[in-house]
């Protein structure tokens, strides 16, 4: 059995291991306080980033289709410019076959000239009281005016199609211009987006380091609260220990004291039937003593 000294040596070994209890649950709670708190800016941080995605995703799928349409457009100006390029060179090379015909039949009136001379000619003779002479005069001019423009049949052509190219080279410029004005109209209309998605990219990354920043900090207090709960549970485990001790301890004196009852008890009865059976005269005290234990 304990001496006094060791029994109240564990007696007060429980009350500071109790103290230290407290204490240790105030750490505890403010820790668990800070713990939570990291976990709630931490989870604020991840919901502000899914929503910055959400939003940068829907402005990289308007760009994607605002792109393909400029690179659709930029195509297009470019196919139109290039057949500008194209009607440039041919007709070129048409001012220069127009240039050899008008050097080689030495024609210096326009083939437009000669067929309106010729017709104003063809019309005067039906139209003037010419003498005979005068209309065979006029009658050889419009030989020699027809012979010279049959020569220029060929420019004729060349002229056709030096205008026929002439107007698709106007066409095809003019549509390149569209294209080149829609692709400049759809960029500054554009220009705000681009500027939204570089400010959520920026805005994105300050996040994610945020996050991370709050998901690290939530990390060390977990360790601290894991390692000031351990301290917790193995002051407890003290506690219980010593506690198992006293109360062996106090069953033991409890047990102690209920024999020495039992044998003073047992003492006083046999005291009692003695004096009953020598005809003794019994106390109040006996009789007091006699009645409680025969109940």
Same mark, same amino acid.
């Given at each position: ?22 204490? /240790? ?27 910055? /995605? ?43 076959? #127009?240039?050899?015909?008008?050097? #080689? ?81 759809? /960029?500054?209309?554009? #220009? ?46 003290? /506690? ?56």
């Amino acid at each position: 059995m304990l001496s006094r000294e060791e029994k109240n040596a564990i007696v007060n070994k429980i009350k500071t291991l109790k103290e230290e209890v407290v204490n /240790i649950k105030k750490e505890l709670n403010a820790v668990n306080d800070l713990k939570e708190n990291s976990f709630r800016k931490h989870k604020g941080f991840r919901d502000n980033l899914l929503e910055s /995605i959400k939003k940068i995703k829907e402005l990289k799928s308007k760009n994607d289709g605002f792109n393909s349409e400029v690179e659709n457009l930029k195509k297009e100006r470019d196919r139109h410019n290039a057949l500008v390029k194209e009607f440039i060179t041919k007709i070129k090379d048409l001012d220069r076959q #127009k240039e050899d015909v008008l050097v #080689k039949n030495n024609i210096k009136i326009p083939p437009s000239r000669l067929k309106e001379d010729i017709e104003r000619l063809e019309s005067s003779i039906e139209t003037e009281a010419y003498s005979f002479d005068k209309e065979l005069k006029v009658m050889k001019r419009i030989k020699e005016l027809k012979s010279l423009y049959n020569k220029t049949s060929v420019l004729n052509d060349i002229l056709e199609e030096m205008d026929k190219t002439s107007r698709m080279i106007n066409e095809n410029r003019s549509v390149a211009d569209d294209h080149h004005k829609k692709i400049i109209q759809l /960029i500054n209309e554009n #220009k705000k987006s681009f500027d939204d998605f570089i400010g959520l990219s920026r805005e994105i990354e300050l996040l994610k380091q945020q996050q991370n920043s709050a998901f690290e900090e939530f990390k060390n207090q977990k360790s601290k609260f894991i390692e000031i709960n351990n301290r917790l549970k193995e002051k407890l485990l003290d /506690i219980s220990v010593f506690q198992s001790k006293i109360n062996e301890v106090y069953n033991e004196m409890d047990f102690n004291r209920k024999e020495k009852q039992e044998s003073i008890i047992k003492e006083r009865a046999k005291h009692v039937e003695e004096k009953i059976s020598k005809r003794q005269k019994l106390t109040t005290e006996d009789l007091i003593f006699f009645q409680g234990s025969s109940s």
